[in-house]
Nanobody
Framework: QVPLVEYGGRLVQAGGSLRISCLDRGNTFSNDCMAWRRQAPGKARETIARIDDNGNTWYFDSVKGRFTIFKDLMEKTLYLNMSNLKPEDTALYSC????????????WGQGTQVTVSS
């Protein structure tokens, strides 16, 4: 499976904005269902945003209205725009993909660290 590569994470102040990216070098990007997940130290990984093969999106309640997931088909890149960041958003953010939108994600990356200072 072709891995995904995330980048763009950094230290940002509370209330700030950040865009992180996920590059997909595979051949199924346009039709894949994809997601952004995050894991904070000592906590379980959680899925915070999803986009399906029709462009429909879903967001976890804690990020709804602040985060936006979208695909750039030309760049074969999945993005996550984050605004009004809070210290509790601090986590390792990773993307995941699957060609079977009714199954489990079967491709993912190593993640990019987002740290929000208060």
């Amino acid at each position: 499976q072709v891995p995904l590569v995330e980048y763009g994470g950094r230290l940002v102040q509370a209330g700030g904005s950040l865009r992180i990216s996920c590059l997909d070098r595979g051949n199924t990007f346009s039709n894949d269902c994809m997601a952004w997940r995050r894991q904070a130290p000592g906590k379980a990984r959680e899925t915070i945003a999803r986009i399906d093969d029709n462009g429909n999106t879903w967001y976890f309640d804690s990020v709804k209205g602040r985060f936006t997931i979208f695909k750039d088909l030309m760049e074969k890149t999945l993005y996550l725009n984050m605004s009004n960041l809070k210290p509790e958003d601090t986590a390792l953010y990773s993307c995941a993909a699957t060609s079977n939108c009714y199954g489990a994600y079967n491709r993912w990356g190593q993640g990019t660290q987002v740290t929000v200072s208060s």
